[in-house]
């Protein structure tokens, strides 16, 4: 199966699939190891069943660049007890709570709901800078976090 019918099959948004297809990855690892998309990384990742742990701290890291961007405590405080609860330091319920808490200031920092919710943590990053150059540079920064936590493809 090619690189680009594995996508196909998997959903994978357009842009991404051209990226494969005009940078010549005949295969999903040199993709992999060439992508300075980091939601794209992620997606794929959750989307081929990774580990729930390693992604939950692949996301925690690519959410705390956008920590600069809030001075509410709520979102360093859901971040890490999402990064406990991936190491096992931390049970569901306190995630749980974590999760009510940084909701709740979602009208004081978007930040902080995007923190919260695991699901956009890249977009976290991401929606933390307006220029687009900035926003590239996020999203490449999230997909060296990624490749940290997965240095092969998962």
Known sequence: MTSINLLSDLSACSEACKWVRDNGHNNLESAWLACERGDWMLWFANRRGADIKTLTLAKC?????ALPHTKDPRVLATIETAERWARGQATDEELD???SAAASAASAAYAAYAAASAAYAAYAAYAAYAA????????????????TCFPTLP
Request: charged share 40%; aromatic share 4%; glycine share 4%.
């Open 97 to 99: 709570v974590a999760r």
């Open 132 to 147: 687009y150059a900035a926003r590239k540079e996020t999203l490449k920064r999230c997909a060296e976090i990624v490749r």
């Open 61 to 65: 890291g690519c959410a705390r660049l």
